[in-house]
C-alpha cells in the first residue's frame, strides 16, 4: 500500500518565556538537540506579541515574573482563538505550592515542572508536541495539495461515498455538466442507459470485488445531451479507500507514539538514591506496546530519610489517559512534597479529581517508607493491594479499603501499616500485572505471590515477576515498583531535613541507626546525634529562616571516622542572617565542638556548611546485623488475610 503523500514544513517552534536571561540561555542549550525554533521573551507581554504573529507547538512558561506573570499570561493566551490550542508547561521554583499548580492547570497548563528538572525530561516533553505540531502541519499541507491538484484537474473528478452520493465534484466536471453539481446521486449525471453499468460496478466496489477498468459512458450536459466520456470509477475509489485507510493507521500511530512518549516524559528520569533502600520499577504498555495507558509511578524522597511512592492508573488508553496521569502526578507530588501523610494526601487527590469532575476513572495508591522504624504507611484508593515478601520468603498481602478517586466527593480513606524489616520487599502495582481475561482476581495475585519468592536484587526480582506473570501478553499497562528496606544504610548517604517536627524525628533515628552500623558505641551515638541535631536546628533557623525549604545532610563514614556535613541554601532573597542578642543565645558551635573532635564552618551568601568529624573509638567493618526471623505484616495474616 503507498503512502499518502507527506511534504516538508518548517521546523516546529518552541516559545520559552522567562524574565531571566541566564535560565532562556538554558533552556535554549536543552532543547539545542532537537529539531525546533527556539523562541525567546523576556516577559509575558512580549509572549503575547509573538503569538500574535506566530504559531507555536509549545510553551515553557516562567510562572514568576514581574509585570504580567505566568499564570494570567497563560490566561491571556487561551482566552484567543489563534492561541487557544497552544500547549503551555510551566516552570516554577520547587517551593511552589500546590494552589499555585492548581492554578497553573486551571490557566490551561498541559504540565507543571519544578525547578531543578532534568534535561531529558523537559526535552521529551517538548518533543511530544513538536512531534505532533509538524504532523499536523505535514497532514495539513498535504491536503491542501491534494485539494489543489484535484481542483485544477482538467479531466471531471468526483468523490462519491458508498452509497454513490456526490461528495464533491472538481471544476472541469462542472463545467462538462454545463451546471453545479450537488449531493446527488452521481448516476444522475449519465445517461440512463450507461446507469446500470455504474452501478454494477459500484456493488463490485463496495464488495471488495474487482470492477472492472475504463469504460466509455455519456454525460449529460447542460442541455440534456449526451456526451462521450472516459470513466475511470474503480481506480478513484480504490485510492480513495487507501488514502482513507493509511491516515486511519498513520493517525492512530501518532496518538499511540504520542502517548507512549508523554507517559515515559512524565516518569522519575531516575530512581532516587535513599539510604536503607534499594528501589526497582517497570512500566510498559499492553498488547506488546499496542496500548498506552494512564499508568504511572514516583519515588518522591522526603525530609527525614523517609521514603514516598506512588502508583496510579487513570482508565482509558490514549493521549486523553496519558496527559491526566501527567495531571495528577505533579499534583500528588506536590501535596507528597507539603508534607503531607498518606490518607491527607490521598483525600485530596480525591478531592481535586472530584472537583475536575473527571469521567475517567483513577485509581492509586500512596506510601511512605519510614526506614528508621522498619514500617511502610500507606493508602490505596481503589487500587491492588501491596504485596510483603519476608526475607524468609513468606508473602502476605495487606488489604487497603477505599473507592477510586473522584467517585464520592469527600471520603476518609485508612491508613494501613505494613512492617518492612531489613530484607523485606514490598511489590507495589496496577492491575496489569494481575489481572487476565476469563481468571478470578485472587488467582491472579496468588500467581504473584508464587513468583515473589525468589531471591536476588530488587532488579532481578522485578524481571522474574514479569516474565512469570506474562507481563508482554497484557491487555492494560503494566507497573510494578518493588521496594526493599536493606540490612545496611552503606558507608554514605544523602538526606533531607524540614522544619517538619516529624522528619526531625526520623531523621534522629536514621542517623543513629547509621552511626550503629558504622561501629560508633552507644554514648557515640547519643553524642553525635546532639552534635548534629544542634548544627540541623541553626541551619533551619538561621539558614533559611524556617522558610518551607530543605537543609541537605550528607554522612560518611571512612577509615574509623565518621563526618557529617549539613548543608542550608541560605534565606530568602533580600533577608540578612540573624544574629542573636539573646546572651544564652549562639553557644550551639561551643557544644558542637564539645561532642566531635572537629567543628567546621563555612559561611557563603547562597548558604552555609557545617561539618563534624568524630573518630570512633573502636571502628568495625560494616556488618549485617544478627538475622530476625521475619514478621507478618502488621494488619495481614499469612496467605492474604482480606
Not at 52 to 63: C, E, G, P, S
Not at 108 to 130: E, I, N
Not at 232 to 249: F, S, T
Not at 520 to 546: C, I, Y
Request: some cysteine; charged content about 25%; hydrophobic content about 45%.
Amino acid at each position: 500500500m503507498a503512502a499518502p503523500l507527506m511534504v516538508a514544513v518548517d521546523p516546529p517552534r518552541v516559545l520559552i518565556v522567562d524574565d531571566r536571561h541566564e535560565n532562556r540561555v538554558a533552556l535554549r542549550a536543552v532543547l539545542e538537540p532537537l529539531p525546533v525554533i527556539a523562541v525567546e521573551a523576556d516577559s509575558g507581554e512580549a509572549a503575547l506579541r509573538e503569538v500574535l504573529t506566530h504559531d507555536f507547538a509549545v510553551i515553557l512558561l516562567d510562572v514568576k515574573m514581574p509585570g504580567i506573570d505566568g499564570l494570567e499570561t497563560a490566561e491571556l493566551i487561551k482566552a484567543r482563538g489563534r492561541s487557544r490550542d497552544i500547549p503551555i508547561i510551566f516552570l516554577t521554583a520547587a517551593d511552589a505550592d500546590v494552589a499555585q499548580i492548581f492554578a497553573g492547570y486551571a490557566a490551561g497548563a498541559v504540565d507543571y515542572l519544578l525547578k531543578p528538572f532534568g534535561p531529558l525530561v523537559l526535552r521529551s516533553k517538548v518533543q511530544v508536541f513538536a512531534d505532533l505540531d509538524r504532523q499536523r502541519r505535514e497532514l495539513v499541507r498535504s491536503t491542501e495539495l491534494v485539494r489543489n491538484a484535484f481542483d485544477a484537474a482538467p479531466s471531471g473528478m468526483a468523490l462519491c461515498d458508498r452509497d454513490g452520493l456526490v461528495l464533491e465534484v472538481n471544476p472541469a466536471l462542472e463545467r462538462l455538466a454545463g451546471r453545479p453539481v450537488g449531493r446527488e446521486p452521481v448516476a444522475g449525471l449519465l445517461h440512463e442507459r450507461d446507469r446500470p453499468a455504474l452501478t454494477e460496478r459500484l456493488r463490485a466496489i463496495d464488495g471488495d470485488g474487482d470492477a472492472d477498468g475504463p469504460w466509455t459512458a455519456h454525460l449529460l450536459g447542460g442541455r440534456g445531451l449526451p456526451v462521450p466520456v472516459t470513466v475511470g470509477l474503480a481506480a478513484v475509489c480504490d485510492l480513495h479507500r487507501e488514502v482513507q485507510q493509511v491516515l486511519v493507521q498513520l493517525t492512530d500511530d501518532r496518538d499511540r507514539r504520542i502517548a507512549a512518549t508523554l507517559q515515559r516524559a512524565l516518569l522519575p528520569e531516575r530512581l532516587p538514591t535513599v539510604a536503607g533502600v534499594t528501589l526497582a520499577a517497570h512500566i510498559a504498555p499492553g498488547r506488546g506496546g499496542t496500548r498506552v495507558g494512564g499508568d504511572w509511578y514516583d519515588a518522591i524522597p522526603l525530609p527525614g530519610g523517609r521514603l514516598g511512592i506512588v502508583v496510579g492508573d487513570v482508565a482509558g488508553h490514549g493521549i486523553d489517559a496519558a496527559a491526566r496521569m501527567g495531571e495528577l502526578r505533579s499534583v500528588a507530588r506536590a501535596y507528597a512534597l507539603e508534607g503531607h501523610g498518606p490518607a491527607a494526601l490521598v483525600e485530596r487527590m480525591n478531592g481535586y479529581h472530584a472537583a475536575l469532575g473527571a469521567d475517567l476513572m483513577t485509581t492509586m495508591m500512596f506510601a511512605i517508607v519510614e526506614i528508621d522504624s522498619n514500617i511502610m504507611r500507606f493508602v490505596t484508593a481503589g487500587h491492588p493491594p501491596p504485596v510483603i515478601v519476608g526475607a524468609d520468603g513468606t508473602t502476605a498481602v495487606v488489604r487497603g479499603a477505599g473507592p477510586p478517586l473522584g467517585v464520592l466527593d469527600t471520603w476518609r480513606y485508612e491508613e494501613r501499616t505494613a512492617e518492612l524489616g531489613p530484607g523485606v520487599s514490598a511489590l507495589l502495582y496496577t492491575d496489569g500485572l494481575v489481572e487476565r481475561r476469563g481468571e478470578q482476581l485472587d488467582a491472579c495475585i496468588a500467581r504473584l505471590r508464587e513468583a515473589a519468592v525468589r531471591p536476588g536484587t530488587p532488579e532481578e526480582l522485578c524481571a522474574h515477576i514479569l516474565r512469570a506473570v506474562d507481563a508482554e501478553g497484557a491487555d492494560d499497562d503494566v507497573t510494578l515498583v518493588v521496594v526493599r528496606a536493606e540490612a545496611l544504610m552503606g558507608p554514605s548517604a544523602r538526606l533531607k531535613l524540614s522544619p517538619d517536627p516529624a522528619a526531625l524525628t526520623s531523621l534522629r533515628r536514621v542517623l543513629a541507626r547509621w552511626l550503629a552500623e558504622a561501629g560508633a558505641q552507644r554514648d557515640e551515638v547519643g553524642e553525635l546525634v546532639m552534635a548534629a541535631n544542634e548544627a540541623w536546628q541553626n541551619a533551619l533557623e538561621h539558614g533559611t529562616g524556617f522558610a518551607r525549604t530543605t537543609v541537605d545532610i550528607e554522612l560518611e563514614a571512612r577509615d574509623g571516622q565518621v563526618l557529617i556535613a549539613i548543608r542550608d541554601p541560605g534565606l530568602p532573597s533580600g533577608a540578612g542572617r540573624r544574629v542573636a542578642a539573646d546572651p544564652d543565645r549562639g553557644r550551639g558551635i561551643d557544644l558542637m565542638r564539645g561532642l566531635a573532635d572537629e567543628v567546621s564552618l563555612e559561611l557563603a551568601p547562597h548558604g552555609s556548611v557545617v561539618r563534624l568529624r568524630r573518630a570512633l573509638r573502636a571502628p568495625a567493618p560494616l556488618a549485617a546485623p544478627a538475622a530476625t526471623e521475619a514478621r507478618a505484616p502488621a494488619g495481614a495474616r499469612p496467605g492474604g488475610a482480606r
